[in-house]
């Protein structure tokens, strides 16, 4: 009687470690996607069910707005200027994979050294009331887009230890209007970047883009192509 009670004891216990690293294992690949090793051993616990290695989006983004405010620089433009954006961003979820949204740049420029360096040639000369002898700059002012999303490809993200995000490598493109100090004319976007969900309610995005418009020198109108890095922060609502 003592052994079968023994013997009831210790299996008793053997179950309930069992069950234990069962819901270990679970939470770990809930949290972290897991890894192969992880998925061999859940599978060998329930042989009967398919582990996956990246669980469900733990943000639900599907018919949700995403507010945000963003700050970058523009680089590979006009050379000489320095570009600088802060600008705001307001975006509809249509599901977790596609978007569209509108986006408003304001734009500080400052003189590059190169810039200063021909203003500064320019007064010596005293030609800088002539447009041939000065550089031929039109810095720009503001941008308005429409834009859409793509988010193909998401996965979830340890951050130091203190917790998991889930982020989403995404597309966008964009259409829309540039004001330079000239006037206006039609400017486009295409690029990429990061979104990390870092709760229910906020976000940040990491953002690199090609933008295309055209402005106005004494010479007549020309393509600016330059690349905008903007980082930003938003609440979902």
Same mark, same amino acid.
């Given at each position: 009687?003592?052994?079968?009670?023994?013997?009831?004891?210790?299996? &008793?216990?053997?179950?309930?470690?069992?069950?234990?690293?069962?819901?270990?294992? $679970?939470?770990?690949?809930?949290?972290?996607?897991? !890894?192969?090793?992880?998925?061999?051993?859940?599978?060998?616990?329930? @042989?009967? !069910?398919?582990?996956?290695?990246?669980?469900?989006? %733990?943000?639900?983004?599907?018919?949700?707005?995403?507010?945000?405010? !963003?700050?970058?620089?523009?680089?590979?433009?006009? @050379?000489?200027?320095?570009?600088? %954006?802060?600008?705001?961003?307001?975006?509809?979820?249509? #599901?977790?994979?596609?978007?569209?949204?509108?986006?408003?740049? #304001?734009?500080? #420029?400052?003189?590059?050294?190169?810039?200063?360096?021909?203003?500064?040639? %320019?007064?010596?000369? #005293?030609?800088?009331?002539?447009?041939?002898?000065?550089?031929?700059?039109?810095? @720009?002012?503001?941008? $308005? +887009?429409?834009?859409?999303?793509?988010?193909?490809?998401?996965?979830?993200?340890? +951050?130091?230890?203190?917790?998991?995000?889930?982020?989403?490598?995404?597309?966008?493109?964009?259409? &829309?209007?540039?004001?330079?100090?000239?006037?206006?004319? @039609? %400017?486009?976007?295409?690029?990429?970047?990061? &979104?990390?969900? +870092?709760?229910? !309610?906020?976000?940040?995005?990491?953002?690199?883009?090609?933008?295309?418009?055209?402005?106005?020198?004494?010479?007549?109108?020309?393509?600016?192509?330059?690349?905008?890095?903007?980082?930003?922060?938003?609440?979902?609502?």
């Amino acid at each position: 009687m003592k052994h079968f009670k023994l013997i009831s004891f210790i299996t &008793g216990l053997i179950c309930i470690a069992q069950l234990a690293l069962a819901q270990d294992l $679970s939470k770990r690949i809930d949290e972290l996607g897991g !890894n192969q090793d992880l998925a061999k051993k859940a599978k060998a616990l329930d @042989p009967d !069910n398919r582990v996956r290695i990246v669980q469900n989006r %733990a943000v639900d983004r599907t018919w949700r707005f995403e507010v945000g405010i !963003n700050y970058g620089n523009v680089s590979g433009g006009n @050379p000489y200027l320095n570009t600088y %954006a802060l600008g705001g961003a307001l975006e509809l979820h249509i #599901n977790p994979k596609f978007s569209i949204g509108g986006r408003y740049y #304001n734009y500080q #420029n400052e003189l590059t050294s190169e810039g200063e360096r021909a203003y500064k040639a %320019a007064e010596a000369s #005293n030609s800088v009331d002539n447009p041939w002898g000065k550089p031929a700059v039109d810095y @720009p002012i503001s941008t $308005s +887009l429409a834009t859409a999303s793509f988010y193909p490809i998401y996965g979830k993200l340890n +951050l130091f230890d203190m917790g998991v995000a889930q982020f989403d490598l995404y597309m966008v493109g964009g259409y &829309g209007q540039m004001k330079t100090s000239s006037g206006t004319s @039609p %400017a486009w976007i295409a690029g990429g970047g990061v &979104g990390m969900w +870092l709760s229910q !309610n906020f976000s940040s995005r990491i953002e690199v883009r090609y933008q295309n418009y055209q402005d106005e020198i004494y010479t007549g109108s020309r393509d600016e192509k330059a690349i905008a890095t903007t980082f930003s922060i938003g609440i979902l609502l």
